[in-house]
């Protein structure tokens, strides 16, 4: 049991949407088509797909309030990531996950790649931005719904061991949480993302597709 997880570790925080609106603007939409269909594994507060510009949006997270949330035009589903059987075989074009599979068993991850493959067109891609052990190690169990343990080695060979290849790999993406003390405004967003040096950088971001679309 999580409690009330939303009410105390994951408050709403204004924010947050500012960071994903910025993340958008400097990163996502260079890797996101107007037509394309994007699922947001784990949604919570739908930051991330209401900051996203997209043919389809979709959300999926157990959490009853993301309804609430989610910008009009974003589809949701109430109910756990495990379970993928409300969205239609070979309709997402990306799939993005958020700060996700360190709240699972590895067991409930396994189940969610298998699944998520079937639901990917052919030239569908996961996105996966999460702490990365590594660099995080001293803050990674301040959250007391983490139960697994990822760096971007041991993230990128779980991904290959379950049928995945690993197309990027970025040990060093962001600040860990808002909790920091890094501002927030876009353009510091935005160069923090350009630049080569990553102060407090220690959430990784790894992109992957399917191992059976290699060679096409």
């Known amino acids: ?25 400097y ?40 309804a609430d949330h989610v910008a009009p035009g ?4 109430i109910g756990p990531v495990s379970d993928l059987s409300a969205i239609p075989d070979g309709s997402v074009d990306y799939a993005f996950a958020s700060n996700l599979f360190e709240h699972l068993p590895q067991t409930d991850m396994a189940v969610v790649l298998r699944a998520l493959q079937d639901k990917l067109t ?14 995080a190690y001293r803050e990674y169990f ?16 779980m991904l290959s061991a379950h049928g995945w290849e690993v197309l990027e790999i970025h040990p060093r ?18 160069a923090y993302l350009r630049s080569p040096v990553k102060p407090m950088g220690k959430q990784m971001l790894m992109v992957a597709r399917p191992s059976r679309q290699k060679g096409k």
């Open 1 to 25: 049991m999580t409690g009330d997880y939303h009410g105390s570790r994951l408050r709403e925080d204004v924010r947050r949407g500012a960071v994903w609106r910025a993340l958008w603007k």
């Open 27 to 66: 990163y996502f939409r260079h890797h996101i088509s107007p037509a394309d269909t994007v699922l947001d594994l784990g949604a919570g507060y739908g930051d991330f797909i209401n900051s996203v510009s997209a043919g389809r949006r979709l959300a999926i997270d157990q959490w009853p309030g993301l």
């Open 74 to 77: 974003v589809e949701t589903v």
């Open 122 to 135: 052919t030239r569908g891609m996961l996105t996966i931005l999460q702490p990365n052990y590594r660099y």
């Open 142 to 157: 301040d959250d007391y719904t983490h139960v697994a343990i990822y760096s971007h080695i041991s993230l990128a060979d």
């Open 173 to 190: 993406f962001l600040p860990l949480s808002l909790k920091s003390r890094l501002p927030t405004w876009a353009w510091l967003v935005g």
